[in-house]
């Protein structure tokens, strides 16, 4: 059975890259059978759809962070990355991993437990 | 600013049922059947309920329900119980190859 666990620096300067890394135990990257996903939730409020990544490369990225993020792939380590750029208090997050099948169109049968990050001086 | 329209809250009480509606546009909800609903209980990570509007992931209880009409989804408890008392979100496949999500709906059960 498929398990991500997502890991990170839990604090962040402003300014400063984020970056994070989501390892795949259960299953490889390389099976081509999913895409992973990278999803946040703000303290108190609701889900934000970040970005998606193909094992080959493909990418899809939420217009709004478009600029500042990038989704990465390891398959010698099974592992994504995601890399966001000049972050703000607003990005203070719980981000979670998540994947979708190829299948599916974009619903998330597995996630990760999520690992806060809060951006702060 | 969510991409999806939720109400902020519901209530109702045991054994009762209860309906969230999920509201976007012709770009999203109303364009595809490609909605899906996620239960979330506080400190957990999101558990997928409904998927392609109206289909139930093994194990789900089939006391959840999913519909859609026109650009609004519902997600359907009946008999509710004490366990549903969580945070429910919708979310939709885009046409811009995206994936929004809904602001979030808290249940109570009273």
């Known amino acids: 059975q498929l398990q991500l666990q997502e890991s990170g620096p839990g604090l962040v300067k402003p300014s400063e890259t984020l970056s994070l890394t989501c390892a795949v135990s259960g299953g490889s990257i390389s099976s081509g059978d999913y895409y992973l996903d990278w999803i946040r939730q703000s303290p108190g409020k609701g889900l934000e759809w970040i970005g998606s990544m193909y094992y080959s490369g493909t990418t899809y990225y939420n217009p709004s962070l478009k600029s500042r993020v990038t989704i990465s792939v390891d398959t010698s380590k099974n592992q994504f990355s995601l890399r966001l750029n000049s972050v703000t208090a607003a990005d203070t997050a719980v981000y979670y991993c998540?994947?979708?099948?190829?299948?599916?169109?974009?619903?998330?049968?597995?996630w990760g437990r999520g690992t806060r990050v809060t951006v702060s001086s | 600013q969510s991409a999806l329209t939720q109400p902020a809250s519901v209530s109702g009480s045991p054994g009762q049922s209860i309906t969230i509606s999920c509201t976007g546009t012709?770009?999203?909800?109303?364009?595809?059947?490609?909605v899906s609903w996620y239960q979330q209980h506080p400190g957990k990570a999101p558990k997928l309920m409904i998927y392609?509007?109206?289909n139930r992931p093994s194990g789900v209880s089939n006391r959840f329900s999913g519909s859609k009409s026109g650009n609004t989804a519902s997600l359907t408890i009946s008999g509710l119980q004490a366990e549903d008392e969580a945070d429910y979100y919708c979310?939709?496949?885009?046409?811009?190859?995206?994936?929004?999500f809904g602001g979030g709906t808290k249940l109570t059960v009273l």
């Open positions: 979310s939709s496949y885009t046409s811009s190859s995206t994936l929004g």
């Open positions: 012709s770009s999203d909800v109303g364009g595809y059947n490609y």
């Open positions: 392609d509007v109206s």
């Open positions: 998540a994947r979708h099948r190829v299948t599916a169109i974009w619903y998330f049968d597995v």
